[in-house]
């Protein structure tokens, strides 16, 4: 009984160095507290062996250790299960409800309706922003403008859209 004593004060005494040598190999605190634990399951029912102090410690960084890179492997199975799903296209698709259908399109009237009325320079920083993507930095150099006033177009042609919208009750 007092072999046992000792082995579970070792593991106690060295639980947060244990903690540190598996954190950097699961990458998570959180994983490796759980490997720890799981460590000290199969350590201590082995501890009654007759291992020494010195090499239990051993033992029990090796426990660690090994259970670590177990948890590696399987993390690594999983992904590569959950990503045999096959492409996005070919999964089930969320068809939406006729209501919803409908209320896109009226979103689309009312974008397009508003960069119909806009001048051209404001239109073109908008669609380059928002559909193409561009920086504004992109949208300032391209339109000649600053990006002070690139951002202007795009905050205007934004706030004009939510209003319509809001006003509209859609």
Do not use: C
């Amino acid at each position: 009984m007092r072999e046992l004593d000792v082995h579970y004060g070792l593991y106690v005494s060295n639980r947060s160095a244990l903690i540190e040598y598996a954190t950097p190999i699961l990458g998570s605190r959180e994983a490796a507290e759980d490997i720890v634990q799981d460590a000290f399951l199969k350590f201590f029912p082995s501890t009654g062996n007759g291992l020494g102090t010195e090499h239990a410690l051993a033992y029990l960084y090796r426990i660690v250790r090994n259970l670590s890179f177990d948890a590696l492997k399987r993390r690594k199975v999983e992904k590569r299960v959950a990503k045999d799903d096959g492409p996005y296209w070919a999964l089930p698709q969320m068809k939406p409800t006729p209501e919803e259908s409908l209320l896109l399109g009226d979103h689309i009237k009312i974008v397009s309706d508003i960069l119909a009325s806009l001048p051209l320079e404001v239109r073109v920083a908008a669609e380059m922003h928002r559909f193409g993507g561009f920086t504004l930095d992109e949208v300032a150099e391209h339109l000649d403008i600053s990006v002070a006033t690139a951002h202007r177009h795009v905050r205007t042609v934004l706030l004009r859209i939510a209003m319509k919208i809001e006003r509209d009750n859609i």
